[in-house]
C-alpha cells in the first residue's frame, strides 16, 4: 500500500558520474517535492513541482535539476555527483491549495565513491 | 526566509515519563506547523500537525501547542513508551498553495524501558 515509492533504496555511484533518482506515487498530488537529508541533519528542499511548474530553492546547486513527466511520476538528476552529495534523498507529495500534510517515500540512499 | 530552531538535540526518558521537545520559528507568516518522526531508516512520518489559527491539539498520548506570539510550538509525548524512540522533527511552513516545509534540526528521543 506504499504512496510514495522511490526507487532505487540504495544508490552508489562514482564522483562524476550522472545519476537519477525516480520517485512514484498513487495519490494523484498535484505537489511533488524533493529533499536532500544528510546524516543527523534535517531534511533540505531542493525544488518542487506544482502540477507542471517547477520551482528551485535559491540555494540548490545548478548541479541538480529535476523532471516530472507526468502526474505521478518525478525524478532527481544529478550531473556530476560530488563526494558532498552524499545524503537520503526523500520524495514527498502533497495535494495543492489548503491541504497540509506531506507524504514521504522511503528514500534513496545516495553514495558517492 | 524561515528558520527552524529545536531543542534539545538528544532526550532520554525512562519508559513512563514525559518527553518535551520544544522548537522555535522567524517567520510570522508561518501558519501550519507540524511534527514528522522518524525511525532509522525511514521515512518521516507525520505524527500531529497544528494551524496557527488553534492554540492546542491532541491526540492520544500525543499533544503540540502553540504560542503565536512568542513564535514557539512544542511537542508533548506523555506515558512514554520504547516504541516511541526515534529522530523527531518539527516544521513550519507558510500554506501558499503548497507545503514548503522548513524542519528542525531534529531531536533524537531515546526511551528506556
Known sequence: DAMVIQNPRYQVTQFGKPVTLSCSQTLNHNVMYWYQQKSSQAPKLLFHYYDKDFNNEADTPDNFQSRRPNTSFCFLDIRSPGLGDAAMYLCATSRGGQTAEAFFGQGTRLTVV | ?113
Open chain 2, 1 to 113: 526566509g524561515e528558520n527552524v530552531e529545536q531543542h534539545p538535540s538528544t532526550l532520554s526518558v525512562q519508559e513512563g515519563d514525559s518527553a518535551v521537545i520544544k522548537c522555535t520559528y522567524s517567520d510570522s507568516a508561518s501558519n501550519y506547523f507540524p511534527w514528522y518522526k522518524q525511525e532509522l531508516g525511514k521515512r518521516p512520518q507525520l505524527i500531529i500537525d497544528i494551524r496557527s489559527n488553534v492554540g492546542e491539539k491532541k491526540d492520544q498520548r500525543i499533544a503540540v501547542t502553540l504560542n503565536k506570539t512568542a513564535k514557539h510550538f512544542s511537542l508533548h509525548i506523555t506515558e512514554t513508551q520504547p516504541e516511541d524512540s526515534a529522530v523527531y522533527f518539527c516544521a513550519a511552513s507558510r500554506n501558499t498553495g503548497f507545503q514548503k516545509l522548513v524542519f528542525g534540526t531534529g531531536t533524537r528521543l531515546l526511551v528506556s524501558p
